[in-house]
Each structure stands twice: as C-alpha cells, then as structure tokens.
C-alpha cells in the first residue's frame, strides 16, 4: 500500500485537474489537491515519512554516483598528446566486488526494514468502539458508499467526521468489489487499496483538516476507468451528524413534481435505482434518495446541476462513453417532468 503511493502522483495531478473544478468544496470552503505530500491523515502522514525518506537515500545514491561520473569525465577525459592506448585495467578487485555487492544489500534490507515497520504500525490498529464503519463496493465506474450502522447508503462523495485529539473519530473503510479489480485511492489520507471480487479489504483514515478531499480508481477497469473518481468530504463532528441524519430521512414527495415520480416509477429507472419511501428498489445503479445532495454525476466526470441531470438521463453515454445506464429516449415533456423530480431528491 505505502509502496505503490509513491509511484503515481503525476496521476493524482491529473485527477486534479480534471475534478476540482467540479467538486464542491469542503467545510471550510476548501478543495485539496491530490498530493501525497500534503497529507491529511496518519496514514498518509506515514506515506510522506516513508517517501522522503526513500527520496533521501536514492537522492544520496544519486549524488555519489553522478559525482564520481563527472570526477572520471573530467579527471580522465581525452587530451592533447594522449597516444590513444587504452590506461591499465584492474581486473579480480575483491575490494570494489564487495563494495558494488554489500553496498546495494545493506541498502535494500534497509528500505525493507523501514517500509515494513512502516506498513505494519498503519495495518494492525485494530477498529475502536467510536470508529467509524463504512463499507464502499467499487462498481463500473462508481462507488457504492455504504454506512451500515447510520443506515445510509449513497454513492460517490464519501462523508466522514474530522478526528482530532479531543474528539479522535477513525474511519474504517471495508472495500469489496462487484465486478473487476478496482483500487481506492485518496492521497491524501491513505495509500492505494486494490478493490478485488470475492475478496474483502481493509483500510482507515483519521482526517484531521476539515474541507473535500479527491481522488480516484488507481487500477484499470474498462472503459472509464479514469472516469471513476471520487471525492471525499471531511466534517466537523456537528456537521456531519447533519449530513447523516439529512441521509437517513426518506425522499422528498413534492407535490409539484408528482407526475415526475409517477413517471419515474413506470419507467425501467426502478429496476436500477432506489429511491427509499418509493417503490423504487434497484441495486444495480446508485442509490438515488438525495441524489441532489451531490456535487457531481457520473462519479464525478460533471457537476450536478439541472442542465448536467437533464442530459445525463437524456444519453448517459454521451457524458461518459461506456456508461452501462442506457439512454431512456424520452418525450421532451417527459424528460422534463423526470428531471424535475429527480432535483426535488435533497
């Protein structure tokens, strides 16, 4: 996990650019970008220990070596008068085998040693009884994000309280998978984690700065594997009750989008979607109940808004090529009478 962090952060300046401008900012107004040097929770704080720590010995490594070349370059180059037969070789040096063999051992047992102290103080804290649950089943392409004691279910926008010393609140993230191998990966508050079917993983956070956190699907999936980010909003304790108690109420029933409900509920979107206090009961889709609650559509590929929601139900697949949600080929009246609706869903 802490290994595989180091090697992708030009990817996570990508998802930067291509999410901050569609997310919402955080509590305090803030949208963090991607970087695993600017860590906001203890297990990406060991992330930023470890790497600098690995960039220390290689940069040394580097430095001796790239020294010692410049030394031979100029101490040995070519001058006037030089009569051109090659300088005497050593050959059967048991000084310079065991320095070019020893050296690089002690380096590699090193780096193990740290990066193994290292992944086992992050792995065997075990969960505590004012510890968070959440469970997250990576789908093509989005996340299921589930919270099995509040009894909320949403999709995409993870929500966790921040943990502080007065008030420590760890999150624990239990990843499953329901088709291919996906990998969750915020790098800011913790390493990669493969998403793998048939198999349950583990991992915990500790945000400890409030404000939306982005990141993304770190293994290829399909199609839109670069497509399936996700955001993370962290709160303050106050907050996020709010937020979970907002959650668990059912959908709204607005009178002035009636005939859009009763559409909705004739139309195959049921067969996908819940929408809880509605006969809508699908699995397959995101569970849509406050879908306006959100910030993006598609698991992040645009904002939500009416104009975005109206021509994702339209032609998912124009917004996000591969999409498994077919296009509904609806009446023009019809698509305005489901889109109202599905905005009155807070």
């Known amino acids: 996990?802490?290994?595989?962090?180091?090697?992708?952060?030009?990817?996570?300046?990508?998802?930067?650019?291509?999410?901050?401008?569609?997310?919402?900012?955080?509590?305090?107004?803030?949208?963090?970008?991607?970087?695993?040097?600017?860590p906001a929770a203890t297990p990406a704080f060991a992330i930023r220990e470890l790497a600098l720590i690995v960039f220390g010995?290689?940069?040394?490594?580097?430095?001796?070596?790239?020294?010692?070349?410049?030394?031979?370059?100029?101490r040995f180059r070519r001058r006037r008068g030089d009569d051109g037969r090659e300088p005497p070789q050593v050959y059967g040096s048991q000084q310079i085998e065991l320095a070019w063999t020893v050296v690089p051992i002690l380096i590699v047992v090193v780096l193990f040693l740290v990066t193994a102290r290292y992944i086992f103080a992050i792995e065997r804290r075990p969960p505590s009884p004012e510890a968070l649950e959440v469970t997250i089943v990576g789908h093509q392409?989005?996340?299921?994000?589930?919270?099995?004691?509040?009894?909320?279910i949403t999709a995409n926008e993870l929500h966790v309280p921040m943990s502080d010393a007065a008030h420590p609140t760890p999150v624990f993230l239990t990843l499953q998978s329901a088709d291919v191998i996906h990998s969750f990966w915020i790098p800011q508050l913790a390493g990669k984690m493969d998403v793998i079917p048939n198999k349950t993983n583990r991992i915990w956070i500790d945000p400890q700065r409030p404000g939306t956190y982005v990141g993304q699907c770190a293994e290829y999936c399909g199609l839109q594997h670069a497509g399936m980010l996700i955001i993370a909003t962290v709160h303050s304790n106050e907050d996020f009750a709010r937020w979970a108690a907002e959650q668990r109420a059912l959908a709204r029933d607005d009178a002035a989008a009636r005939r859009?409900?009763?559409?909705?509920?004739?139309?195959?979107?049921?067969?996908?979607?819940?929408?809880?206090?509605?006969?809508?009961?699908?699995?397959?889709?995101?569970?849509?109940?406050?879908?306006?609650?959100?910030?993006?559509?598609?698991?992040?590929?645009?904002?939500?808004?009416?104009?975005?929601?109206?021509?994702?139900?339209?032609?998912?697949?124009?917004?996000?090529?591969?999409?498994?949600?077919?296009?509904?080929?609806?009446?023009?009246?019809?698509?305005?009478?489901?889109?109202?609706?599905?905005?009155?869903?807070?």
């Open 1 to 38: 996990m802490l290994g595989m962090a180091l090697w992708s952060v030009p990817c996570a300046i990508t998802v930067a650019g291509f999410l901050i401008p569609t997310a919402a900012a955080g509590a305090d107004g803030t949208v963090h970008t991607p970087s695993i040097f600017a």
């Open 57 to 74: 010995i290689t940069g040394i490594i580097f430095l001796v070596v790239a020294g010692l070349t410049a030394y031979a370059l100029m």
């Open 141 to 152: 392409w989005w996340w299921e994000i589930r919270y099995p004691k509040l009894g909320i």
């Open 260 to 346: 859009g409900r009763e559409l909705f509920a004739s139309l195959a979107c049921i067969n996908c979607h819940t929408v809880r206090g509605t006969t809508a009961n699908g699995v397959f889709g995101p569970d849509l109940t406050h879908l306006m609650s959100r910030s993006t559509i598609g698991s992040g590929v645009i904002p939500n808004t009416a104009e975005s929601l109206r021509a994702w139900v339209e032609d998912p697949a124009s917004l996000k090529p591969g999409a498994l949600m077919p296009a509904m080929k609806l009446s023009r009246d019809d698509l305005d009478a489901v889109t109202a609706y599905l905005l009155t869903l807070r």
